[in-house]
DNA sequence: CTAAAAAATTTCAAGCTTGAAACTTCATGC
DNA sequence: GCATGAAGTTTCAAGCTTGAAATTTTTTAG
């Protein structure tokens, strides 16, 4: 994060819009990630990656398996073996095996990680919107609304695409 | 990163907007940042903590302290050490103490670093704009304006200001 | 001068992250 | 059946990241 170019390429002509826009993203980004992530820990003793994935679980009563889960939060497998084992540990997360497959296990909130992650979800939300304070709800629709528009072209997208 | 709420808050009222877009940013900063890493590896087997190291050393011929470098890059002062240590191994960057100050060590890119960086930094800017090829550069000024905001208002600043 | 505080860095343990390799289980074709 | 490959996961090494503690040097007060 935060690259920052050289003053003669931020300075180039056709490539320029892209590259500013994407180092203004990166910033914005982590000035809100950093936020997050220490209010996390300070108030709830935990880490981003780790609401990350109770958030994804919660979205799904019915638990997801590992591969689904990975997949939602678009990180590789193996990292999300590690975290889910400890959030098992502190007894957040519950693991189910598949029936009909040995191979594959669902992965479900307890009642205590859904308890947690109401608490946290409902900080998160304040922290946030004491970050960005500054951008009205308009400002917001229309950014997301320009932000929506990326990989929505019949073009080839160059390796983004995703609903919502 | 990757966060996805709760459908209870994310429809929840005077809440929403913020968190949309900051549920926005990160999905469009990480598609982006898995991009470029990507790249970085295939074509020159490198990071993006090293890239944006050397990226934040090039805007600096005279070198960055240790701490300065860190404070740039918005990462702890131990993370910077170990990336450095790597870098020097692989000659693209050099430490000079600094005179008078025995406490002190002063980063800089070799004439190898340089270079390299050069090559880098061309192609990320190829990269950053194909995968952004689908914003008008009047749209990228316009996302940049708006949050450009952020942080402006007079009033307190949750932690969020800076320049650029 | 010297004790104590401040500054600049490194070290450290714990956790996150990746891509590749290994492993187990399932499905398919013959 | 049964070999072969695909699917789902875990393991692993290497590197990134953090916050806290430790180290060394400098500055400041008395």
Known sequence: MSVQLPDE????????????????????????EQVVRENLRAEFDTTLPRFDVLAALDRFDDGLKMSELSAALRVSNGNVTGIIERLVIDGLVLRVPVAGDKRATLVRLTQKGQEEFAKMAAAHARWVNAVLEDLPPAACEQVI????????????????????
Chains 1, 2 share one sequence.
């Open 9 to 32: 390429l931020s300075a180039s002509s056709p490539v320029r819009p892209r590259v500013r826009v994407w180092l203004k993203l990166l910033k914005v980004t982590k000035n809100v």
């Open 145 to 164: 609304g320009i932000l929506d528009t990326i990989g929505r072209a019949p073009k080839q997208t160059a390796k983004v695409d995703d609903n919502d």
